[in-house]
Each structure stands twice: as structure tokens, then as C-alpha cells.
């Protein structure tokens, strides 16, 4: 276990929950990516220290990934995640929070910020690398096809990472143990499953005319080099959230939390408490 960050585990509506904690302060509340081998630790571990000095650090395990329960809603995905997310704020005692999520964890951001009431309650949120699959380019699909094995995971790992120095055996073996997990798999696949005559472009039309409604202060956060989402995607998400304000990193693909770590935390803690 890391000395700059605690892990701990709790029951929330009956389903363990695994999340790392760190530092005093406002309380900010961290959500990991969507991929196969993705947990709290692997997204956030790195930058817990340098942002516990600043904040209350809060990065939970969502549904399915790292050491919370492997369990997966087909009725509804995106709602059920989310209301175990309220579950488990109010659990730990977070009401009001700045949150901030990678990848996936910053379409899920999105996808609370459109609902009334927001199950989650914002007070500034930023999304890197995410935007709820509205703007993904067609390596989004080499992510997602999959299957385990070390070579592959290296593979997938090089969609995320600009600099192949952060492709170590140690990070490879991890992530790939991680996706290997009993149910971990099956989990996050079972997301891809759509019933016949499903049409997703209806779903995320009504998406982006809800995100144009969206009061919570906003910045997105895009990388020069990140092949899963479309070159100009922060640029079109701003000009429809209102208000919002957008940042471009310069040497990383899909995790400048990682990559460019110094300046990130920086960025987050300027657009935070300014």
C-alpha cells in the first residue's frame, strides 16, 4: 500500500466498494477511465499526493472495475453507476464536491450534470479525454476489442500513453491482472451488448441537446495526441456547454494526469479554486 494515499473498502447498498483517500481540504472526488484493466489506483495513484496537498482526495472503484463488486445494470447502466456513486458520497460523509474524470469517468461527469436532479452534486467538474461517446474517433474500438492476454493489454495501453515510457512491465502486468479479475471482463463487455434495431445516433442526439442546458462550471481537458476522440472534440463540446472553458496538453495521448503530471495539477487546481 502507498504511503501518500489510504485504500479503503465499504459496503454501499449491499455492494463492496473500493476507493483511495488522501489529504485535507475541499473535497475532490476522482473518477478513472472505462477500459479494460482501469481502477482508481492505475488513473489516479500517481497524482494522490500532490493533489492531497491541496484537496480532500476522494477516487472511488466504480461498478466493475478494480476491487468493487463486478455488477453491471443492462436496464440502465449509466443511472445505476451514478446511483451508487450518491450512495457510496453519502456513505463517506461528501456532499458538495469539485469532481473530475478521466475517459469514461468524464462522460459519466456528463451524463449527471444533464439529469434533474444531478445525482451528483457538482460545484466545478472537468472532463479529460471524456465527452459520454459523442465525439470518438474509430481507435475507440480497438480499446474496447479486447482480449486478455500481456501482449494485448500493451497494446491497448499504447492508445492511452504518448510517451512509451510509462508502458513499463510493471504497469502492463498490473492493468493486465487487473482486466483478468473474476468478473472483470464480463463486466465491462457486457457494455458493448446492444439489442437489435438499437440506433445510437438518436441516443446521442438528445444527449448533446441536453448538455446544452448544463449550469455546472466545466473544463475540458484535451491532449495533442490522443487517438480515441476526434482532433477538434474539446473545441466542439465547448461551443456547447455553456460557459465552459477548455485546456489542450501538448505531450500526451489520453492521461495527462500521468504524462504531464507537474502541469496538470496545476491546470486542476487554478480552474478549482479560481
Not at 30 to 46: D, F, P
Not at 125 to 139: H, L, P
Not at 168 to 177: G, M, Q
Request: charge should be negative; proline fraction near 5%; aromatic fraction near 10%.
Amino acid at each position: 500500500m502507498s504511503t501518500d494515499y489510504l485504500h479503503r473498502t465499504l459496503r454501499v447498498g449491499g455492494i463492496e466498494t473500493h476507493y483511495l483517500e488522501a489529504g485535507e481540504g475541499p473535497d475532490l472526488v476522482l473518477l478513472h477511465g472505462g477500459e479494460y484493466g482501469a481502477s482508481a489506483e492505475a488513473t489516479w495513484g500517481a497524482a494522490m499526493a500532490k493533489l492531497g496537498r491541496t484537496f480532500h482526495v476522494l477516487a472511488p472503484d466504480m461498478l466493475g472495475y478494480g476491487r468493487t463488486a463486478k455488477i453491471y445494470s443492462f436496464s440502465d447502466p449509466s443511472g445505476f453507476r451514478l446511483t451508487h456513486l450518491a450512495q457510496w458520497l453519502e456513505v463517506v460523509g461528501v456532499g458538495e464536491a469539485f469532481f473530475v474524470g478521466n475517459s469514461a469517468g468524464g462522460g459519466t461527469l456528463l451524463r449527471s450534470s444533464v439529469r434533474k436532479p444531478s445525482p451528483l452534486k457538482m460545484k466545478k467538474m472537468v472532463t479529460i479525454c471524456g465527452n459520454a461517446g459523442v465525439f470518438k474517433s474509430d481507435f475507440q474500438a480497438d480499446l474496447e476489442d479486447y482480449t486478455p492476454s500481456p501482449e494485448n493489454m500493451r497494446k491497448l495501453l499504447k492508445l492511452l500513453f504518448h510517451d512509451e515510457k510509462w508502458l513499463t512491465p510493471e504497469c502492463v502486468e498490473s492493468r493486465y491482472n487487473d482486466s483478468i479479475a473474476p468478473g472483470a471482463w464480463e463486466a465491462l463487455s457486457a457494455a458493448r451488448l446492444k439489442r437489435p434495431g438499437y440506433e445510437r445516433g438518436s441516443t446521442i442526439d438528445a444527449f448533446v441537446k441536453q448538455l446544452s442546458t448544463v449550469t455546472v462550471p466545466l473544463l475540458i481537458i484535451a491532449c495533442d495526441h490522443d487517438p480515441l476522440n476526434q482532433p477538434d472534440w474539446d473545441e466542439r463540446l465547448q461551443r456547447i456547454v455553456p460557459g465552459s472553458t477548455a485546456y489542450r496538453f501538448h505531450d500526451s495521448a489520453h492521461e495527462p494526469q500521468i504524462e504531464e503530471q507537474d502541469t496538470f495539477v496545476e491546470v486542476l487546481t487554478d480552474f478549482l479554486l479560481s
